[in-house]
């Protein structure tokens, strides 16, 4: 396998583990936190139990790695 090849593997995989970054329960950014504060807020909680724009930031700052990540890939792959 080229080193092309291997990179545009290397940044696959890093772009599945970002994702499942944002959907794990057990993550800092996971969707469950979303959920929790979602879920306070429909039962009228006057406090969050996470810190939503702290989690909301933090989640937008994986979002944008994932697209400068498939950029690069795409980018990779229109040079093969």
């Given at each position: 396998?080229?080193?092309?090849?291997?990179?545009i593997?290397?940044?696959?995989?890093?772009?599945?583990?970002?994702?499942?970054?944002?959907?794990?329960?057990?993550?800092?950014?996971?969707?469950?936190?979303?959920?929790?504060?979602?879920?306070?807020t429909?039962?009228?909680?006057?406090?969050?139990?996470?810190?939503?724009?702290?989690?909301?930031?933090?989640?937008?700052?994986?979002?944008?790695?994932?697209?400068?990540?498939?950029?690069?890939?795409?980018?990779?792959e229109?040079?093969?």
């Open positions: 396998m080229d080193e092309q090849k291997i990179e593997q290397k940044k696959k995989q890093e772009i599945i583990n970002l994702e499942a970054s944002l959907s794990s329960n057990t993550s800092e950014i996971g969707d469950y936190r979303v959920i929790k504060c979602y879920e306070a429909l039962s009228g909680a006057k406090t969050m139990p996470y810190d939503t724009a702290t989690l909301l930031a933090e989640r937008q700052k994986v979002r944008d790695k994932i697209n400068a990540l498939e950029a690069e890939v795409a980018q990779l229109a040079e093969q």
